[in-house]
């Protein structure tokens, strides 16, 4: 399964909402969809799991949605710590990730 | 705590081969499989594949088969990703992660692959 993220790369101010997409080359089995956050030098961080359920300690202004092969990661208010790359990943078939999002001030 | 603790960076000719391990600890070791993620510089993460760790068999992804081998010691709980024939491409950072443990990653260790 083939993910394609957009945009490349994001452009916001803090406070600004963000919204990413992630589509898929073909259905999700079982909405098997994950978002992971990477700042330089850090291995990723899981943000969201089941294209729906935030993982532990990832704050309620971060949220997935979709199903099947489009998907979105919203984050309401940006923080500062916020701006950083962003990539889904497909656990449904083996795993895939996308190509990343990058969301820059 | 659950830790993956990885081998230091590398630094290897073309043609070489290396070996980079991941030691687990604070859960069983051969209850959840390993996996293998690639990112060269500034780039993208690439998933390479798994092994389980009660058998033993390993999964390699399309891109990773051929001179991409996963092997274990799980009298040690380690878990091995070697690389042989290496080639500039090949320079990358390299992580463990435990997936279907709750998401945890190695820290990752960079191979250099340059004459």
């Known amino acids: 399964i083939v993910l394609t993220q957009s945009p490349g790369t994001l452009s916001l101010s803090p406070g600004e909402r963000a919204t990413l997409s992630c589509r898929a080359s073909?259905?999700?089995?079982?909405?098997?969809l994950a978002w992971y956050q990477q700042k330089p030098g850090q291995a990723p961080r899981l943000l969201i799991y089941?294209?729906?359920s935030r993982a532990t300690g990832i704050p309620d202004r971060i949220s997935g949605s979709g199903s099947g092969t489009d998907f979105t990661l919203t984050i309401s208010r940006l923080e500062p710590e916020d701006f950083a790359v962003y990539y889904c990943?497909?656990?449904?078939?083996?795993?895939?990730f996308g190509q990343g999002t990058k969301v820059e001030i | 705590q659950v830790q993956l603790v990885q081998s230091g960076s590398e630094l290897k000719k073309p043609g070489a081969s290396v070996k980079v391990s991941c030691k687990a600890s604070?859960?069983?070791?051969?209850?959840?499989?390993m996996h293998w993620v690639r990112q060269a510089p500034g780039q993208g993460l690439e998933y390479m594949g798994w092994?389980?760790?009660?058998?033993?068999?390993?999964t390699y992804a399309q891109g990773f088969t051929g001179r991409f081998v996963f092997s274990l010691d799980t009298s040690v709980n380690t878990a091995y990703l070697q690389i042989s024939s290496l080639k500039a491409d090949d320079s990358a950072v390299y992580y463990c992660?435990?997936?279907?443990?709750?998401?945890?990653w190695g820290q990752g260790t960079l191979v250099t692959v340059s004459s």
């Open positions: 092994i389980y760790t009660n058998t033993g068999n390993p």
């Open positions: 073909q259905s999700v089995n079982n909405n098997y």
């Open positions: 990943q497909q656990y449904g078939n083996s795993r895939t």
């Open positions: 089941g294209a729906t």
């Open positions: 604070g859960y069983t070791f051969t209850n959840y499989a």
């Open positions: 992660v435990a997936f279907d443990l709750g998401d945890y």
